[in-house]
């Protein structure tokens, strides 16, 4: 009977220690400074002027981050970096960056949603700067394949996106030219008709309207 007993707890100890303590998905949304659906030829002539800046952002629609509840919560990271980030023939780090977090968090779960920005991020937010607490709110008019969505940060940071139409083709040779920023299972540029960052930490400001440098986007992680 022991060691039936033994057995016994040995499995549920092992099946509790499988059980992911990390289960989050929600929606994402991203813009830089630099169309992300483009053109060879006008992305080749941009880089290393341009796309350096960026605002992305998380709404966790259900979720835990290694076993703290995160539903409901969100989260915006705003970088700075060296050079055009997504250059495939060249690295923009350093990257220094800027964490605004949701204020309705509790201090367990600010800490969770930081280390959550952090892994989906990776080295994006490596060098955070500065941290805010902020009302955050991110809205996506039906389905991201719309592409219609809204963040707002406080008044640190916003993006508001459309989808990209017709009239949006310069020389009709445009690819998504860039990859998202962050891990995302499905993501659609998109036309971002406003993308400001008003914060301190970064030694810099910005607003980079009607550029075709946003993503609309799904994500989930599960560990």
């Not at 969100?74 to 250059?87: D, E, F, P, R, Y």
């Not at 910005?206 to 599960?222: G, Q």
Request: charge should be negative.
């Amino acid at each position: 009977m022991r060691i039936f007993a033994g057995t016994l707890f040995l499995a549920g100890s092992l099946a509790a220690a499988s059980i992911p303590t990390t289960q989050v998905q929600g929606n994402y949304v991203e813009a830089r400074t630099a169309d992300v659906y483009t053109g060879a030829c006008f992305a080749n002539s941009e880089v290393d002027l341009v796309g350096n800046l960026a605002v992305f952002g998380w709404k966790i629609n259900h979720g835990t981050f290694e076993g703290v509840n995160v539903d409901g919560m969100s989260v915006v990271g705003v970088v700075k970096a060296s050079s055009t980030l997504g250059n495939r023939f060249g690295s923009a780090y350093p990257v220094k960056s800027v964490l605004i977090v949701d204020e309705k968090a509790s201090p367990e779960q600010q800490l969770a949603l930081r280390g959550f920005a952090q892994r989906m991020a990776g080295d994006l937010l490596q060098d955070i700067v500065r941290v805010e607490l902020a009302p955050i709110d991110l809205t996506i008019d039906g389905s991201i394949h719309q592409t219609k969505a809204k963040l707002t940060a406080g008044t640190l940071a916003t993006i508001t996106t459309r989808a990209i139409a017709n009239g949006d083709h310069i020389c009709a040779n445009e690819i998504t030219w860039y990859d998202p920023l962050t891990k995302v299972d499905h993501a659609m540029p998109a036309v971002a008709t406003a993308h400001t960052f008003r914060g301190s930490g970064l030694g810099t400001t910005w607003s980079s309207p009607d550029k075709r440098s946003a993503f609309v986007a799904e994500f989930h992680l599960s560990e």
